[in-house]
């Protein structure tokens, strides 16, 4: 069994940056793709960023240019930096990793862009 925690959420004000970090712990083999994806309130979760082993990233077009997805494999560990954020990136911001044939996914953190 594996484990996400992720943290590093909180209020920010529009134009300001966040690190979100997740965290796995368990019985991990190899982590394959890990990614971020966000749901707020009212609306269906989507897919923010994926980072797929071997290098390849893709990310929403609302966040191209402003998210980067990047991980740190000797720690296992995943990171969404987050930069220019607008009010519309408020949502919980969950992580998940692909292990083996298993996905796993975190409980969330919440991220709220305001003035």
């Known amino acids: 069994q594996v484990q996400l925690v992720e943290s590093g959420g909180g209020l920010v004000q529009p134009g300001g940056s966040l690190r979100l970090s997740c965290a796995a712990s368990?019985?991990?083999?190899?982590?394959?793709?890990v990614g971020w994806s966000r749901q707020a309130p009212g609306k269906q979760r989507e897919l923010v960023a994926i980072?797929?082993?071997?290098?390849?990233?893709n990310y929403a077009d609302s966040v191209k240019g402003r998210f980067t997805i990047s991980r740190d494999n000797a720690k296992n560990t995943a990171y969404l930096q987050m930069n220019s954020l607008k009010f519309e990136d408020t949502a919980v911001y969950y992580c998940y990793m692909t292990v083996g044939v298993m996905t796993y996914w975190g409980k969330g953190t919440q991220v709220t862009v305001s003035s």
């Open positions: 980072d797929v082993s071997g290098g390849t990233t």
């Open positions: 368990g019985s991990i083999s190899a982590i394959n793709a």
